[in-house]
């Protein structure tokens, strides 16, 4: 019994661990759900700043704390009140972007898109069970922009 049960434990890091492009299960809120509650976390304690960055496309509600151009790039910090898995939901019902690729792996997750003649790379962490913080990159719309490359690969 013992053993099945650490090859469960075992086959659910795996998949926990491996990003793709398929839908999230409805079983993998369950391990969100055991962040802190985003009521103790602060998700709007840094000043909010404009965000007029052509091609950034964010959730409804996001609050931007920090944007910072770097030559053709233009970096952005936020918080909304989503979890990874809802933000790739949010990308994925989108109408007005076309998605490139998109990976989560529970905790976190990455969008690539095309907006409005730019492309758009967005990583959603995790902060708290309903939470993220979002680190997005801006640039011109080309493979060698130097955007972010996707960390599983």
Avoid: K
């Avoid at 661990?17 to 993998?28: I, L, V």
């Avoid at 404009?50 to 496309?57: E, N, Q, S, T, Y």
């Avoid at 920090?66 to 970096?75: P, R, Y």
């Avoid at 939901?89 to 990455?110: G, K, M, N, P, S």
């Amino acid at each position: 019994m013992r053993l099945r049960a650490l090859a469960a434990v075992a086959a659910l890091a795996l998949v926990a661990g491996c990003g793709g492009s398929e839908p999230p299960a409805s079983g993998n809120r369950d391990l969100l759900a055991n962040l802190p509650s985003c009521d103790r976390v602060p998700l709007d304690q840094e000043p909010e700043v404009d965000a007029a960055v052509p091609g950034l496309v964010l959730p409804d509600g996001a609050r931007v704390t920090s944007v910072v151009e770097q030559g053709a790039l233009t970096s952005v910090a936020a918080t909304v009140r989503m979890s990874p898995l809802d933000v790739r939901a949010h990308y994925e019902q989108r109408t007005d972007i076309e998605l490139l690729r998109v990976e989560d792996e529970i905790f976190e997750t990455e969008v690539l898109a095309r907006t409005q003649d730019r492309r758009m790379y967005l990583r959603a962490g995790a902060l708290c069970s309903d939470g993220a913080t979002l680190t997005v990159m801006v640039g011109p719309d080309s493979d060698d922009a130097g955007l972010p490359e996707f960390r599983s690969g």
